[in-house]
């Protein structure tokens, strides 16, 4: 092995309820099934700028840390919004809107191209979508509310870059910053939906609001379907990032929907701050992390576990890993000199970094069954989105990097 990367610490541990022989159930069908995919990829694909995002085969990188191949699927040429989000929250607010129009005008079947295509804009554009926000969730909502014309409104909160919120304003929605953490944000938002009759889209859920975060989600496994059509052989590994949990339960699900028994391993990576899912599956049950929850990988910095995630990866993930922010630093810069350069952002490489941080390490390599015969797949949630961290951190402009 003749990689550089500099030993840094982290968890590793099994899930201690995973179930790898468990067919997919009706408790996990209840979150994420095949007609739900179907409406998602029609909707979806009818949007203007749809293509599937690139498969990146990392030979080189494969070859260095001993496995059989490495694909990074590269989330940041995601519909010019630079991560998977668009995926979930425009997909919401247009499943959001078919309601409110069926509502209005007492017909059930409602063409969500119709929603497209201005037909509905009178009843549309008196609709308020809301959202909390890291960053990319909210620019996924407020881009999605500006193609199909209804009112947004974004809230973050204090941790949130100012790049981020002008990213979020550029899409015309209104921006609120409140203090307090990424949960305290999505308490605000659901407590002013319910005052001003706004319609909420989170992409997490408590259990009691489920139809919208649950879209969510849906909308996200097209990234899934997308990666079944572009790999000629079934992955062994899935490094999958998670923040309340949703993008890892879409991806994950739609593995053993169609693989059951033989999905790949699913390994969920958290920043050490914010490791709501370790300790979760650590405890057996859905457990918070307080306190400063802000890690590097903003987009991960979540306290809770969205319990739609839940009823798929408690049961379907097979272990779970913590690693260091320094860990996605050296990735970003390791990504950006490879052979195929790639643009990856704070939180899109923190599946990448969890594999080269377990595959350089003996026990932990051994223990995820990582050998020549390993095919891993990561999602490279998220491209350059704050230019600034970007430039900061790789010490090249992410255009430079990418041309
Ligand atoms: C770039 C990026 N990757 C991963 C995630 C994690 O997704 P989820 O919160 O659905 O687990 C997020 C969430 O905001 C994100 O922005």
Redesign the pocket.
Same mark, same amino acid.
């Given at each position: 092995m003749t990689l550089a990367f500099p030993q840094l610490p982290f968890e590793l541990i099994d899930n201690p309820a995973a179930d790898p022989d468990a067919a997919y159930g009706d408790r996990q069908a209840a979150v994420l099934n095949a007609e739900g995919l179907a409406e998602a990829r029609r909707c979806i694909t009818a949007w203007p700028g749809y293509a599937p995002t690139p498969l990146i085969d990392l030979a080189g990188l494969a070859r260095d840390l001993g496995i059989a191949s490495l694909s990074y699927k590269q989330e940041g040429a995601r519909f010019g919004l630079k991560?998977f989000?668009p995926l979930g929250g425009a997909f919401a607010v247009e499943r959001c809107l078919v309601r409110a129009v069926a509502e209005a005008t007492g017909e059930e079947d409602i063409d969500p191209a119709r929603i497209l295509d201005g037909t509905h804009a009178d009843i549309v554009s008196r609709v308020t979508v809301t959202a909390a926000t $890291?960053g990319?969730?909210g620019r996924s909502v407020a881009w999605g509310s500006r193609m199909f014309g209804c009112r947004c409104v974004i809230f973050i909160n204090e941790a949130v870059s100012a790049a981020r919120e002008a990213a979020i304003a550029d899409f015309g929605a209104e921006v609120r910053r409140l203090k307090g953490s990424y949960d305290d944000a999505v308490r605000h938002a659901f407590k002013t939906a319910r005052e001003e009759g706004w319609t909420v889209i989170p $992409?997490t859920s408590d259990g009691d609001i489920v139809e919208a975060p649950r879209d969510v989600m849906q909308g996200y496994a097209l990234l899934a379907d997308e990666l079944f059509d572009q790999l000629d052989v079934a992955p062994t590994h899935l490094f999958l990032?998670? @923040?309340? #949990? @949703?993008?890892?339960a879409a991806v994950a699900a739609e593995f053993w929907r169609r693989s059951g028994a033989a999905r790949p391993m699913t390994i969920l990576v958290e920043p050490k701050q914010a490791a709501c899912w370790f300790k979760s599956l650590q405890a057996g049950t859905p457990t918070p992390v307080t306190g400063d929850i802000d890690s590097f990988m903003g @987009?991960?910095s979540?306290g809770e576990c969205s319990m739609l995630a839940w009823a798929i990866l408690q049961p379907g993930a097979h272990a779970a890993m913590i690693v260091d922010d320094a860990a996605a630093k050296e990735t970003m810069r390791l990504l950006a000199e490879g052979d195929p350069p790639v643009v990856g #952002?704070e939180? @899109?490489v923190a599946g990448l970094a969890a594999l080269i941080t377990a595959a350089t390490d003996p026990a932990a390599r051994e223990k995820l069954k990582l050998d020549a015969t390993s095919r891993v797949v990561v999602i490279g949630?998220?491209g350059a989105v704050d230019e600034a961290v970007y430039r900061e951190v790789v010490g090249t402009p992410s255009h430079e990097v990418a041309a």
């Open positions: 991560s989000k $890291d990319n969730h $992409d990032q998670a @923040g309340v #949990g @949703g993008m890892a @987009g991960l979540c #952002g939180s @899109g949630s998220e």
